[in-house]
């Protein structure tokens, strides 16, 4: 139990500026029935900043927090988040990944906005179970050309009124849509789209009872239920 309230990193120079509520590094950490409520930070990491670290999170609430980049920051890391709700946090990545493994089961995002719940640099390793994304104004996952590891994968989600920010327009020239980025090693089972969309998603692999080639996403290959395989083009949901 407990919580991390209204604490902030703000220095510089010789003070840390990393962290807001949490610094982590070279150690295991566990949070169970906590609540992070508006905390900040200059730099990343205004809930949690892990480094070489081993971090489980279980029944918790992260709320409000407020940072020009990353609310949890996560370096050559693992990260177990279970039974969680992450909601009116505002910043630029959610989570920002590097050379780390993330695992997400049964938990909420919601009234999130932010460039990207999960962002994804270098040889990462997502897994999102059992966990829904509603009313979000964010891109939920960006993944660059080596962001993710094979093995990752979103099983029995669901993706509800989820918008992006016309911030993507600027960058690309149009709408980037709910899933942005190079997901050859991303698996999608199961999951439930309602209004979100996968424009400029590429190489994307989905598994799910009810798609059909007019439900399709740019450049993703489907799987169908039967085994057989199409690549289709997108459409908006």
Not at 25 to 49: E, P, Q
Not at 114 to 132: F, K, P, Q
Not at 156 to 166: L, Y
């Amino acid at each position: 139990g407990g919580s991390f309230d209204n604490n902030s990193a703000d220095g510089y120079g010789g003070s840390m500026h990393m962290g807001g509520a949490v610094y982590i590094k070279d150690s295991t950490a566990k949070f169970n029935n906590v609540v992070f409520k508006s905390n900040r930070c200059k730099l990343d990491g205004a809930a949690i900043y892990a480094y070489e670290a081993e971090v489980s999170i279980e029944n918790c609430t992260f709320d409000g927090h407020e940072t020009d980049r990353d609310i949890f920051n996560v370096e050559y890391s693992s990260f177990d988040v279970s039974g969680s709700t992450f909601i009116n946090n505002k910043g630029y990545d959610l989570f920002d990944l590097n050379y780390s493994s993330l695992i997400i089961n049964s938990s909420e995002f919601k009234s999130n906005d932010l460039y990207n719940i999960i962002n994804t640099s270098y040889n990462n390793t997502v897994g999102v179970a059992n966990s829904n994304f509603t009313g979000n104004d964010a891109c939920m996952i960006d993944a660059a050309s080596y962001g993710l590891n094979e093995g990752s994968y979103y099983r029995d989600c669901a993706f509800i009124e989820n918008t992006h920010k016309d911030r993507y327009s600027e960058l690309y020239g149009d709408p980037c849509g709910s899933f942005v980025g190079n997901f050859a090693n991303m698996v999608f089972y199961d999951c439930e789209f309602g209004n979100s969309n996968f424009k400029r998603a590429n190489n994307l692999s989905i598994r799910y009872t009810d798609l059909s080639a007019d439900e399709a996403v740019l450049g993703a290959t489907v799987i169908f239920e039967d085994g057989t395989e199409e690549t289709i083009g997108y459409k908006f949901f």
